[in-house]
């Protein structure tokens, strides 16, 4: 097993109060697996993604454990994460093509990374160019300033930085959500070919766009106000999802093929909580139409399936039950 994480939970402290952003999260993500996170904005995608490798203010880890490969990570330790990040767990950040210094070429910029990490440019240069091959990418570009690059370039830069030492884990935020539709397939490509290649053991890729996810992802977690609502194999969570949830949020995609003035796109009612005050139980219960009350105590995220993990007090009878 790569990642396990058990009871992951990270506060946003505010002026007026703690933001519970994230509660109780507990998945596993096995070598090899490529697993999608999805959910509504605000519902902890980028928080989880952020607390494995960097706790930053008003960031708070209350509680939890995360594991990989068999060795603990000091998640709320930042000097401690220093000896994990970028060789065993890295990341592509949100608005990664954001992320290079404007004011510095490329290649010293990877000099001064690899060295923050004692490792010599010279020793992985041979493998840097590869990378830049593989991604199709001018060697040339070592010798430019980001500026010079297009949004695709910058995302694929970021990619070769982020995998240069072969990470165990490579978690991907938002990575295709600031470029076209060719440059999206191009790049999630990418990441499996790396995945392939053994460039990294296992990937989290965080997205509002599940058809990426369709695409690349062999399991799906969905989210929902701070909380794992289902984790299975990306063609169930697509064709055969348990929790209320994720049965809505599927059902609010467009579908090709599907005239749309024969067929409305559903939404869903209401909207998520405020995480200052969360109400108790179930989160999603105020906004689920077949809440009972069983559902104003917090349900268990428990494997209903092989493989397949819900949150949810009426799972076991939610395929025979319609919304």
Known sequence: MSLQVENLTVYYQTLRGNVQALENTTFNIADGEIMGLAGESGCGKTTLGQSLIYLNPPMKYMGGRVTLNDHELPIADTKKMDDFRFKEISVIPQYAMNAMNPTCKIGKMTAELLESKKVSFKEVKAEL?????????????????????????????????STLLN??????????????VSSQKAVSEMLVEFRNRGFVKSLMVITHDISILYQIANTIMIMYAGQPAEKASTDEIIHAPHHPYTKMLISALPRVGIIQSKKRLTSIPGTPP??????????????????????????????????HYVACWRQRNFTNLSL
């Open 274 to 307: 405020l995480l200052l005050d969360p109400p108790g139980g179930c989160r999603f219960r105020e906004r689920c139409p077949l809440a009972i009350d069983k559902c104003q105590e917090v349900p268990p995220f428990i494997e209903i399936d092989n493989g």
């Open 167 to 180: 990470p165990s884990l490579l978690i991907a935020d938002e990575m295709t959500s600031a470029l076209d």
């Open 129 to 161: 160019d590869r990378r830049l091959d593989l991604v199709r990418m001018s060697r040339d570009v070592l010798n430019m300033y980001p500026i010079e690059l297009s949004g695709g370039m910058k995302q694929r830069m970021v990619m070769v930085l």
